[in-house]
């Protein structure tokens, strides 16, 4: 069974400091997809970044960037000089894929919700 | 492009009563996928739909139902319903190999 941790349930920073949110997931496939979604306030997952079990090439966006290490099962996310703006519930997916190679459903982590103050 | 949008945005039910909630996903995606998200137990995967097939299920008693129309629309029906469903329904699409896309969600209280 697949199985998504997120130890941490919620962190508070102030703006401009870095923050890196954990994530560590088990499968048994060897080939799954891992997901990061920001939940703001208003309740609609916004995607924020996919990856393949294949591909373990760190990604750099703006101010955000992920790193996937297969050999410890993590899949962690960095704010860089986080912003009021960033303050939300993130939550890290995991999706199996099914007979075609298409990622189908979500396993998700409970989430970390990330306060950012001034 | 129009993303993926649901209907409605908040339901007041009574215990017993059934509820339909109602998702249009991103043109071109053929997959609908539905979650729920209750307080206390996280967002878990309802069901799975893909070119009006149902191809999935997670862990819910079959008084949560659906359905997927020739437009890719998609209905989530629930049955008898129970204080226990109140949560946010959200709904997801997809096409082919890429992530999912979720709607803003349907808050279903049951009183």
């Known amino acids: 069974a697949q199985k998504v941790t997120q130890a941490q349930t919620e962190i508070s920073v102030v703006e401009k400091e870095d923050v890196t949110l954990d994530c560590v997931y088990e499968?048994?496939?060897?080939?799954?997809?891992l997901f990061w979604y920001k939940q703001p306030p208003s309740g609609e997952l916004v995607f924020l970044i996919r990856?393949?079990?294949?591909?373990?090439q760190n990604e750099i966006s703006g101010r955000y960037s992920w790193n996937f290490q297969k050999s410890t099962s993590s899949f962690n996310f960095t704010i860089t000089a986080s912003q009021v703006v960033d303050s939300a519930v993130y939550f890290c997916a995991l999706s199996e894929a099914d007979f075609t190679g298409t990622a189908s459903k979500l396993t998700f982590g409970t989430g970390t919700r990330l306060q950012v103050t001034l | 492009e129009a993303g993926v949008t649901q209907s409605p945005t908040h339901l007041i039910k009574t215990r017993g009563q059934q509820a339909t909630l109602r998702c249009s996903p991103i043109s071109g995606h053929t997959s609908v996928y539905w979650y729920q998200q209750a307080l206390g137990l996280g967002l878990q995967f309802l069901l799975w739909?893909?070119?009006?097939?149902?191809?999935n299920r997670g862990n819910f008693p079959p008084r949560f139902s659906g359905r997927q129309f020739p437009n890719y629309s998609s209905e989530l029906n629930v049955n008898a319903l129970e204080l226990e469903d109140s949560a946010l329904y959200l709904c997801a699409s997809q096409q082919g190999y890429n992530e999912q896309f979720f709607g803003p969600g349907t808050r279903l209280t049951v009183l």
């Open positions: 990856r393949n079990s294949f591909d373990e």
């Open positions: 499968t048994r496939d060897t080939t799954y997809y």
């Open positions: 739909y893909d070119e009006g097939e149902e191809r």
